[in-house]
């Protein structure tokens, strides 16, 4: 009799135990079960304080998941449902449940890729980041005149500190935040590159201004210490500068040539009219334009005119000038 029931006691713990087993393999099966979106895109949006019952809930309802248990339970488990990061989390393809909790572990919610070339002014970085980030132009180019703002960032004028890069930025970023990332950029990329003694007695608001001039005036990297060699040299003898990009930046910039009539154009940025640097920098400028508007190289060269390389030729005197438009304009007509 005892031993009848010993033997019942151990067959009803040994079911138990094959039931507990049964249950978590199917769940570990569930967990790592992946299921097929067939070309969906399934979007959603974690905000700040969002609970992880709702965003599993949702994910079941999209049919990303084939409960939002499976999501739910091992996210308790783990942890990840106290520590989840506000984003857009975009799910495609194949999936599993385990993957899906990887994604959300990780914070890995979607970022939008945005590249801004060097020698881009303000309203082209402003159009870059409204088109990847789904934001306003004019409210990026409003910051560039919103003094409080400014003064937040310590900087002059957003025109010219908005450094050259490729950003990853997350989905929903504000406007601020994206301009600040890439100000605290240019911070970080220019720290070690400042003398204590700056050339002329230039500012490095200056600094930055002939650099963004130098980086509109030329592509090649072995010629920018030149181009400011020959602005270096016009401002050391009181001369004009006489540099197209600022016209034209004056302008609005400009989708055709620069006319001759441009030149008498008045504004801040015509250094055909006004001695000395334009107000503000002309664009973002790279490091190379920077560093040679630090250093720039030696040279007696006052002029310099584009040929039809890429490159320029310089010149010490007007009479040169001419005498290299006149051979540029007669290269031209023999092509």
């Given amino acids: 009799m005892r031993l009848t029931g010993m033997r019942k006691a151990l067959l009803i713990v040994t079911g138990v135990f094959a039931l ?9 099966w569930q967990y790592h079960r992946t ?11 974690v905000e700040k304080g969002d609970s992880f019952s709702r965003v599993a809930r949702q994910l079941a309802k999209e049919g990303v998941v084939v409960s939002d248990l499976v999501l739910r339970i091992p996210a308790r488990m783990q942890g990840v449902d106290r520590k989840l990061v506000p984003g857009r989390y975009d799910f495609a393809g194949e999936i599993s449940p385990a993957a899906v909790l990887d994604r959300f572990r990780e914070g890995d919610f979607l970022r939008i890729k945005i590249t801004i070339p060097e020698g881009t002014p303000v309203w082209g970085v ?4 409204a088109r990847g980030l789904e934001l306003d132009s004019a409210v990026i180019v409003g910051l560039n005149r919103d003094t409080a703002f400014l003064r937040s960032l310590g900087k002059p ?29 240019f911070d970080r990329m220019t720290e070690k590159i400042w003398p204590q003694e700056l050339p002329m007695g230039l500012s490095r608001h200056e600094v930055v201004t002939l650099a963004s001039i130098i980086e509109a005036e030329t592509p090649l990297a072995k010629e920018r210490g030149l181009v400011a060699s020959v602005y270096v040299n016009r401002l050391k003898n009181g001369w004009k500068l006489d540099a197209d990009p600022t016209v034209i930046y004056g302008m609005g910039g400009l989708d055709r ?3 001759r009539g441009d030149l008498k154009r008045d504004t801040p940025y015509n250094t055909y009219l006004r001695t000395g640097l334009p107000p503000t920098p002309i664009n973002s400028p790279g490091l190379l334009s920077i560093q040679a508007a630090l250093q720039p190289q030696e040279s007696e060269y006052f002029f310099f005119v584009a040929d039809d390389t ?18 540029i304009r007669l290269e031209r007509s023999r092509r």
């Fill in 20 to 28: 507990i087993a049964g249950m978590i393999g199917i769940g570990l």
């Fill in 35 to 45: 299921v097929d979106l067939e070309g969906r895109t399934v979007t959603v949006v």
């Fill in 126 to 129: 402003a159009s870059a980041l």
């Fill in 157 to 185: 004028s957003l025109e010219g500190y908005l450094y050259p890069e490729t950003y990853y930025f997350p989905w929903g970023i504000t406007a601020p935040e994206a301009v600040r990332t890439m100000v605290e950029m």
């Fill in 257 to 259: 040539p620069l006319y």
């Fill in 310 to 327: 890429g490159g320029h030729y310089f010149s010490r005197t007007n009479d040169e000038h001419n005498r290299a438009q006149r051979r």
